[in-house]
């Protein structure tokens, strides 16, 4: 492998917080350790077009607080062409970029490496997303702050939903993982949550009315992973159709979730996996996502981190229900 002198970091995909903390950790631990840094702007659309400018420390100073991401991002249909990765392996070697950290979830590390095999880059992933499902990483960043800002705002609806004995039906990001809904619902005191890893042979929603709502409680919160077919609304129009005495409203938090300044824990993890990032790059790593499992760093090849599903701990399910009667 010819010697890495110049290493390339760009987010992609949905922002999360805790992003800038790790171009900050990026940045600065790679030109500590004697890289030069080009920062890529608008992720891999970014890479193809050329968007590079090459970052000192003073282009990261007084960003570790800040949501989203100061590299912008974008989804690249062009990146999944064999012209679109074309384009950007030529911007790579004009730019002289012999490395690459990517700051993304599920799709960006695909991305990374399809290109990583067919270019023969290296190339580090950081997990960078708020629906913490990457397999390998004990959490994602932006998942904790993601995590804080839903409860927050489950607080505050619980106020109106007890003052009106209604039923709330709030709809959390998640993609087609449960991690943002359950423990939202634990921690906010919720009455129930709909996630995709409770697959057991019942209706989730008729298990939750016949438990709880029907027999002592006039309000309740229910927690509901997004879905394109099951989301928030689904379930409200079934239990305004099943049981029209029922004051029913829904609440879609959407992309209210992603922004705001990133938590202690974000940024913490941030800054450990950016500095893991130059650290891997230094012992030859490549094509691996860095996570942090039982406080240590681990080196997660990108097929294991995008193609294994991230358990969840279905304890959690048991005791949701079990405080929420």
Do not use: W
């Not at 012209?83 to 950007?88: D, H, N, S």
């Not at 938090?253 to 705001?260: E, F, I, S, V, Y």
């Not at 942090?292 to 279905?314: C, G, H, M, Q, T």
């Amino acid at each position: 492998m010819a010697t890495i002198k110049t290493i390339g970091v760009l987010t992609s995909g949905g922002d999360a917080p805790g992003m800038n903390a790790a171009i900050r950790a990026v940045t600065r631990a790679g030109i500590a350790k004697g890289f030069r840094i080009k920062g890529i702007y608008r992720g891999y659309e970014g890479l193809i077009n050329g968007e590079i400018k090459e970052f000192t420390t003073e282009d990261v100073s007084g960003i570790i607080n800040r949501g989203g991401t100061i590299l912008r991002t974008a989804r690249s249909t062009r990146f999944t062409t064999d012209e679109g990765m074309q384009m950007a392996y030529d911007s790579m070697q004009k730019k002289e970029i012999d490395a690459l950290v990517v700051i993304g979830g599920n799709g960006s590390l695909t991305g990374a490496m399809e290109f990583a095999k067919k270019f023969d880059v290296p190339c580090i992933g950081l997990p960078g997303t708020i629906d913490n499902d990457l397999y390998g990483t004990d959490s994602t960043i932006g998942y904790d702050t993601t995590l804080n800002t839903i409860v927050e705002c489950v607080d505050r609806i619980r106020d109106t939903a007890t003052s009106h004995e209604r039923i709330f039906f709030i709809e959390v990001m998640g993609r087609d993982a449960g991690f943002l809904a359950q423990y939202s619902a634990i921690a906010s005191g919720a009455e129930a949550a709909i996630i995709p890893e409770d697959r057991r042979d019942v209706d989730q929603l008729e298990e939750f009315l016949n438990r709880g709502i029907r027999k002592s409680k006039k309000s309740c919160i229910v927690i509901v992973s997004e879905s394109p077919k099951c989301g928030a609304m689904y379930y409200a129009d079934r239990v305004k159709k099943e049981f029209p005495d029922y004051d029913v409203r829904v609440t879609i938090l959407g992309h209210l979730q992603r922004g705001g300044s990133p938590s202690a824990h974000d940024r913490i993890l941030a800054s450990q996996t950016g500095y893991g990032a130059i650290e891997a790059i230094i012992q030859g790593q490549r094509n691996v996502m860095i996570g942090i499992r039982n406080n240590e760093i681990v080196y997660v090849p990108f097929s294991e981190a995008i193609r294994s599903d991230k358990p969840l701990n279905k304890k959690l399910i048991k005791i949701l229900d079990d405080l929420s009667i």
